[in-house]
């Protein structure tokens, strides 16, 4: 017979025994969702700690580039040079975690290696020349040299059209005067939301962004991450096979917007600006450094230019500028003015003598003196006033593109000046003083004379100053930080004129790779 007082007391017991799972099952979820949420908590507090950490090196790495430039020319390649030096700029130790000594934080500073068509084959460790690049802030200027020049340099880049060509000059340039394929301000506020054209010089090159048909993808190519190197995930699915291998770092891979070189003779003085104005003093400095030949004609030529005609040898009076009486009287006036060192070169000044009759005054550098006399006058004279030329392009490593909208260049020429870079020099300290200037050209007849001139405003053999992309990161490749550095090293301590986070712009870079005593490949 069944007692339904103990049935109801037996279906409680089971109630409570299935409330009681219930809930030990719910606390055990509740216990492992706040443990995961916790170890997430945790990780994400560890990521965060590691990226100020990182950040801090890859701004310690800026500092050491800084430190690195400020050191003498030769100093600098005795020591690898800025290239491709893996021993000073590969996995550079920089702290050390007092809590696990072999997790050291290091640095590295990294650049795309490209060939001489600017087509990416990985990467190096180093700088990148920011001369060896169009720098879009001078182009206006070198309309001044000769017109048309700067729309001829821009058209030589991939992809370039003349529409954007003028463009890009009208948004650089200070007027509003529409170029022949250009646009302006008007054009702009036509856009919604309408803005101003800038009319001067960019801040970084992604304002190219805001000049008419300029896409992303013709600034940055396939380079999503703009690490300089093409990853696997940025050519999978796009169309890399139809777009031309020079393009697929876009146009910021040709492009500044910072390059200038210093106008620094070897002891570190402004050379001399033999268009000075005031030719009491340029006669004082040219004393100070030449001899009464290099003074006396120099200061002839400011006064009386130089001479139409080619003296005859057998019938014509020439004679060297010292052996002329010559001493200014104070109210001379440097009517006439140098475009380059170079005009120098073989030239003659037509003067007059005391008894009425015409004397040649010829210039002390000369085909037979060439390689010794040009060298001496590119240390130690200029045409530009101030410790800095802007915007000349270094043609011991600008890409083939590059050299081929220079005024001046042909083809045969790059592909001279390509194979002649290709060769180290025999001395290993790069003691070989006619390469340390443009006018290496002219001395080693790989252009003549007339070709030079044209040549020299637009080309130096090297910038002062430099892009550097530094990581910082740790062994396990936890919180990676990214930094683009501009460096301006034309001033006695290296100046950061151009600083830019890119952390979140990852790149692929193994840590194996980028340096260190680590057992893992992670990446980041």
Same mark, same amino acid.
């Given at each position: 017979m069944n007692n339904p007082a103990l049935d109801r007391r037996q279906n409680r017991d089971?109630?409570? %025994?299935? *409330?009681?799972?219930?809930?030990?099952?719910?606390?055990t979820l509740a216990a492992y969702t706040f443990t995961t949420l916790m170890q997430v908590e945790l990780q994400a507090s560890r990521v965060l700690s590691r990226r100020v950490q990182s950040k801090y090196l890859a701004d310690s790495g800026v500092d050491y580039v800084r430190l690195f430039l400020a050191a003498q020319r030769q100093d600098i390649f005795a020591k690898g040079g800025l290239w491709d030096n893996v021993e000073m700029f590969q996995g550079v130790p920089a702290s &050390?975690?007092?809590?696990?000594?072999?997790?050291?934080? =290091?640095? +590295? #500073? @990294? +650049?795309?290696n490209l060939n001489e068509d600017a087509i990416p084959e990985g990467y190096r460790f180093g700088l990148v020349d920011e001369s060896s690049k169009i720098n879009i802030n001078a182009l206006p200027f070198y309309d001044n040299w000769q017109p048309g020049s700067a729309r001829q340099i821009l058209m030589a880049l991939p992809g370039m059209t003349e529409e954007i060509a003028d463009s890009l000059l009208d948004w650089v340039d200070s007027d509003d005067d529409v170029r022949d394929f250009g646009t302006e301000g008007s054009y702009y506020q036509?856009?919604?939301?309408?803005?101003d054209v800038k009319n001067g010089p960019m801040d970084s090159l992604d304002e190219m962004l805001l000049v008419r048909d300029v896409t992303p993808e013709l600034l940055f190519g396939l380079d999503v991450n703009r690490n300089g190197v093409l990853d696997d995930n940025e050519t999978a699915g796009t169309n890399a096979s139809s777009l031309d291998a020079d393009m697929h770092l876009g146009w910021a891979n040709y492009i500044t917007l910072f390059s200038k070189e210093s106008n620094l003779n070897g002891e570190g003085l402004v050379r001399i600006n033999i268009n000075g104005t005031d030719l009491d003093l340029l006669h004082d400095d040219l004393r100070s450094a030449f001899n009464d030949e290099w003074t006396n004609y120099i200061l002839q030529y400011r006064i009386n230019g130089p001479s139409s005609s080619t003296p005859d040898p057998e019938g014509d009076v020439i004679q060297s500028a010292a052996e002329v009486p010559f001493e200014l009287?104070?109210?001379?006036?440097?009517?006439?003015?140098?475009? !380059? #060192? @170079?005009?120098?070169?073989?030239?003659?000044?037509? *003067?007059?003598?005391?008894?009425?009759?015409? @004397?040649?005054? =010829? !210039?002390?550098?000369?085909i037979e003196t060439l390689g010794i006399s040009m060298t001496t006058a590119m240390k130690s004279l200029t045409v530009y006033e101030?410790?800095?030329i802007p915007g000349r392009i270094n043609i011991m490593q600008a890409p083939r593109r590059t050299l081929e909208g220079i005024p001046g260049m042909d083809l045969e %020429?790059?592909? =001279?000046?390509i194979q002649v870079r290709e060769f180290e020099l025999d001395d290993p300290d790069f003691l070989d003083i006619n390469r340390n200037y443009e006018t290496w050209l002219l001395t080693e007849f790989l252009v003549d004379l007339p070709t030079m001139r044209t040549l020299m405003p637009f080309i130096c053999v090297g910038g002062d100053v430099y892009q550097a992309e530094v990581i910082g990161?740790?062994?396990?490749?936890?919180?990676? !930080? =990214?930094?683009?550095a &501009? &460096?301006? +090293?034309?001033?006695? *301590?290296?100046?950061l004129v151009f600083w830019r986070d890119k952390t979140h712009l990852q790149g692929t870079f193994s840590v194996d790779v980028l340096g260190g005593d680590f057992g893992s490949g992670s990446d980041f």
């Open positions: 089971g109630v409570l %025994l299935i *409330i009681v799972l219930v809930t030990v099952v719910m606390m &050390i975690d007092v809590n696990n000594l072999e997790l050291v934080g =290091r640095f +590295a #500073v @990294v +650049a795309p036509g856009l919604s939301p309408a803005y009287t104070g109210g001379e006036q440097g009517t006439f003015t140098f475009g !380059s #060192v @170079v005009d120098l070169v073989e030239t003659y000044v037509e *003067i007059e003598n005391e008894e009425g009759g015409v @004397v040649f005054l =010829r !210039s002390p550098i000369n101030g410790d800095s %020429l790059i592909d =001279r000046i990161y740790f062994g396990d490749g936890v919180g990676t !930080s =990214r930094a683009e &501009i &460096i301006d +090293a034309t001033e006695e *301590i290296p100046k």
